[in-house]
């Protein structure tokens, strides 16, 4: 049996505007090993690096960036999901642009604007198929334009953003403790 011991710092981070208390388990296991637990509103995120160099776990934290540490504490969140509202957005900036270059007239252009406002609801490119407005979406985006509307229904995934805010609020925390620790050590 190999028994190892490691240091393990708990930190709590209150008083983030917009977020819960965040809860973070900082697990030194040896020199460039190390595992990070937050926690924040029944959510939990975990994550084991093996080579961090010479860093502790605050420090190799500290230093990621958010899309790396995402990829590593929940990779199951993809990066965009649909977006009605986000579709319907860019499909009106699409019909202004055709407007302005005289690709349509102000009539056309009116009633397409007023259908793309009516696909808010949809809720994947499958609904927007079986939608009355495929022959605005045909002369909008092309004879394939299931295709083209792909770039402009995504948004950024909601669990994703929500993710990378607890990790700012973290790295700061960090952050802070690491200014704190090294301005007592010179004091």
């Not at 710092?9 to 296991?29: A, E, Y």
């Not at 961090?52 to 993809?78: P, R, V, W």
Request: charged share 25%; net charge negative.
């Amino acid at each position: 049996m190999k028994i190892e011991t490691g240091t393990v710092s708990l930190v709590r981070i209150t008083d983030v505007k917009g977020l819960d208390p965040i809860r973070v388990t900082l697990d030194d296991i040896g020199p460039g090993k190390g595992r990070i637990n937050i926690e924040c509103y029944g959510q939990a995120w975990a994550s084991y690096w093996g080579g961090m160099g010479g860093k502790t776990i605050a420090q190799f934290f500290a230093s990621c960036d958010n899309c790396y540490l995402i990829s590593n504490l929940a990779e199951h969140i993809d990066r965009t999901v649909f977006s009605g509202e986000q579709f319907v957005e860019r499909c009106q900036k699409r019909i202004c642009k055709m407007r302005r270059s005289r690709e349509l007239d102000s009539e056309k252009a009116r009633e397409y604007f007023d259908d793309a406002d009516d696909l808010t609801w949809c809720e994947g490119t499958d609904a927007l198929v079986n939608t009355v407005s495929k022959d605005f979406l045909h002369d909008i985006y092309g004879a394939e334009w299931w295709y083209g509307t792909d770039e402009d229904s995504q948004a950024q995934h909601p669990q994703r953003a929500y993710l990378s805010r607890i990790i700012d609020a973290v790295r700061a925390a960090l952050q802070t403790l690491a200014a704190a620790k090294e301005g007592a050590q010179q004091g």
